[in-house]
């Protein structure tokens, strides 16, 4: 358990010393001056924000403004802090998938996949609706039985809760996206209905990986019940895991108007669940995060 001081201290020093182990003695930018706030501290800013429900870029900016200025003496403008984050959206990628390698998550036997809608509108508004045009499309969302307009998110988790990967379609794309994330992956592979599609179980059967999904109402399941039972036990891992980037860290929220910021804001949900994995790994609930800062 952390105050909420020694949580950003510990959280900067993870970020920095996996930016410093990435760049090998090389500077992430190559042309132009440095900025006043280091790409560690503005990565730091991000998570330490997401953990405590503030997903808003300004709202971010005004938390450190108004409370951890003394920490952060190098914070200018906002426009200058929101641009510097999104110009780090590729890093933040890659430091998820670091921390989830050090928890062991590809290594794993066993992953579950499960969809996210992201929409930028419901049905009625999606004629008025002028973002990402010609990328967003329809798609069902079969939990809150309804249309929407927007993007899909396809999540891997391992069988431990930690995030192995993320894939962002068109609400209307097909479960063809499970190739962007099975290929560190290997073993059982559990999947919800979306994914119930027989020539890719053949496919991943060919590269190691069985796909194992529930049958639709009209379908005769002649598998063992016991096995089928404890696959929707198992299940219920990857539904705690969206519920927290549903209910804590926002991840339905839009709030962007290009695939550039859109891309930022989601690699640092996905790193700000990973991280605080990553810091409760010692800990009996490791998804238990509501017991992780003090406030």
Partial sequence: MFSIEEFIIAV???????????AQGQ??????????LADSEVITMEVVAESQGIDADQAIWNYFRRHWLVLFPGLGSRSAFVRQAANLWQYKERLQQQLAAQMGAFVDDIHLVDGIPIALCGFSRAARCRSFRGEATFGYCAA??????????????SATGVISGFSLTPAAASEEALWDLVPPVHGLLIGD??????????????VGIS????????????RNPAGVKLLR?????????????V???????????DRWHLT??????????????????????????????TQ
């Avoid at 039985?145 to 988790?157: E, I, M, N, R, S």
């Avoid at 890719?200 to 060919?206: E, V």
């Avoid at 796909?211 to 002649?222: F, I, K, P, V």
Wanted: glycine share 4%; aromatic share 10%.
């Fill in 12 to 22: 900067f020093c993870c970020v920095d010393d996996l930016l410093q182990e990435m």
């Fill in 27 to 36: 500077a992430i930018r190559q042309k132009g001056f440095a900025p006043a």
């Fill in 144 to 157: 809150k039985k309804q249309t929407y307009y927007g993007f899909h998110g396809h999540l891997l988790v």
């Fill in 193 to 206: 209905k979306g994914y119930l599609f027989e020539p890719l179980q053949h496919q991943l059967q060919a």
């Fill in 211 to 222: 796909l194992e999904t529930a049958l639709r109402s009209n379908m005769q399941d002649a």
């Fill in 233 to 245: 036990r198992v299940r219920r891992l990857i539904e705690t895991v969206i519920g927290q980037l």
């Fill in 247 to 257: 209910e804590r860290f926002s991840i339905e929220k839009v709030w962007a108007r």
């Fill in 264 to 293: 930022s804001r989601l690699n640092r949900k996905l790193l700000a669940h990973t991280l605080c994995r990553w810091l409760n790994r010692h800990s009996s609930n490791p998804l238990q995060f509501e017991q992780l800062v």
